[in-house]
């Protein structure tokens, strides 16, 4: 299949913020169409967008629960058909290059050809978030805007219509109250070159209380995307993050507490979401992180970086109380440069890292780590000396298919310094249909460690 360059291994080179983007967008079409797809849903032509890495279209749906006829044309050319996630339980009739199937509102799928992962079509429906009454900023639908940075007040609502297009970069600091919402894209491709990374996060919310992102979509940002640091009561649902170049991490928990990411899709050629503290905009997201909840969500994580990461920067006292839910990982790629993985600590300061929980969680396709929990000196280290990690939990995980990758929990040891990673514990575990019950079977690297309890 075509509508894709073939391109070399990326290279992470380090950028200054831009002040203004490579080019402004002259209106909604600046956006690619696809001519490898088509969707209808309940009958209605559905806008299918693309770009070198995957296509994508967002139907709007006002109701959860109903379903609705979905109708995927592909290319003649196409032999197997896969949907994913496989747990979403969708079964397909094929006539010829025409797929049909239902799906529920709210329910995201991916439709793969004949295993080709760099043209896949995301079919992301969100719920309608309607207008509020009260908005200081407002996208319409059927237009597009450059904003360059927009800065945020305590209060201040953001509505970004369904069919709106926005260029730039949003942030705010100090700010309560903060919402960003609507069915919109806020877009970052034209800020970088289509193949190369840069330095511009879509949205840093700073040391604010209260902050809600619902229901937009935030497409090829060169750099992180969203960003909450020293942030308190955060709200993260039924949002899209479609990356496709190195160091676009999806969604950076820095240095908060009390954050909720729930129902959403990540796509991030790095990490999809990472946990960690670091002095990020500010020192003060060097805090301590506490009551994290992820779930509910869809991930892919492409060539770089880890699914489900805490860390590298890890510059706090304590990293504890961090659920990882009800999620499912479409596809961890492979990295190669040895740290990528799916479920992922890389403690490289000096937290304490404790109490972290991953529960429920479906591997359809992990080609790097499986687990991987480190105590590290790296390059992205700044303490002075290394942290503990205890008290992991892991329980009803599932490897459905594709390979059985190894694991690797490795401690931390220097002439004056010794950091033993200790207590793990592993309950339900399955890798291709059979129960793990020992480090051995579950293909595990274990060095400068200790407590390793399987149950169930």
Not at 50 to 63: G, K
Not at 231 to 259: A, F, M, S, W, Y
Request: charged residues 30%; glycine residues 8%; contains cysteine.
């Amino acid at each position: 299949m075509g509508e894709r360059a073939i391109m070399e291994k990326q290279e992470y080179i380090p950028r200054t913020v831009r002040d203004e983007p490579l080019y402004e967008l002259k209106s909604v079409e600046d956006l690619k169409i696809s001519s490898l797809y088509r969707v209808r849903i309940d009958g209605k032509e559905t806008d299918v967008f693309c770009n070198e890495f995957f296509h994508f279209a967002i139907p709007v749906y006002d109701r959860k629960g109903q379903e609705q006829e979905v109708e995927v044309t592909i290319p003649d050319d196409g032999k197997m058909v896969k949907l994913r996630p496989a747990s979403a339980g969708v079964s397909f009739q094929r006539d010829g290059s025409v797929l049909r199937f239902r799906l529920p509102a709210g329910c995201r799928v991916i439709v793969e050809i004949d295993g080709d992962l760099l043209c896949p079509l995301y079919i992301l429906g969100t719920e309608r978030v309607k207008k509020p009454d009260h908005i200081s900023y407002e996208f319409q639908k059927g237009k597009a805007y450059n904003i360059g940075t927009l800065d945020l007040k305590s209060g201040d609502v953001v509505y970004i219509e369904e069919g709106a297009l926005v260029s730039g970069m949003i942030r705010s600091r100090m700010a309560d109250h903060v919402r960003i919402i609507g069915n919109g894209i806020l877009y970052g491709g034209n800020w970088h070159e289509w193949n190369k990374n840069g330095a511009e996060q879509m949205v840093v919310t700073v040391l604010g209380k209260d902050i809600e992102i619902r229901g937009v979509t935030m497409l090829d940002g060169g750099s992180w995307h969203l960003v909450p640091t020293a942030c308190e009561d955060v709200r993260i649902e039924d949002i899209n993050i479609l990356g496709k170049v190195i160091t676009g991490d999806g969604i950076d928990i820095v240095g908060c507490r009390d954050v909720t990411v729930r129902n959403s899709f990540v796509r991030a050629n790095d990490d999809c979401i990472s946990i960690k503290a670091e002095e990020f905009r500010d020192p003060s997201g060097c805090a301590d992180v506490k009551h994290i909840l992820v779930e509910d969500c869809l991930f892919w994580n492409a060539e770089f970086g880890n699914a489900l990461e805490i860390g590298y920067e890890t510059r706090c006292d304590e990293i504890s109380d961090v659920v990882f839910r009800n999620c499912t990982v479409a596809h961890c790629e492979y990295e190669g440069n040895q740290s990528g993985g799916v479920l992922t600590i890389h403690n490289a300061d000096r937290a304490f890292v404790h109490d972290i929980h991953y529960e429920d969680i479906r591997i359809e396709d992990a080609q790097e780590k499986f687990i991987d929990i480190k105590t590290l000196d790296s390059k992205y280290s700044s303490d002075r000396v290394r942290g503990m990690v205890s008290d992991i939990h892991f329980k009803n995980i599932e490897i459905t298919e594709g390979a059985f990758p190894v694991s690797i929990v490795r401690g931390f040891e220097m002439k004056h310094e010794v950091c033993r990673i200790h207590d793990i514990y592993f309950e339900n575990i399955v890798v291709h249909g059979k129960k793990i019950e020992s480090v051995n079977e579950l293909r595990m690297v274990k060095e400068l460690s200790d407590g390793f309890h399987f149950r169930g």
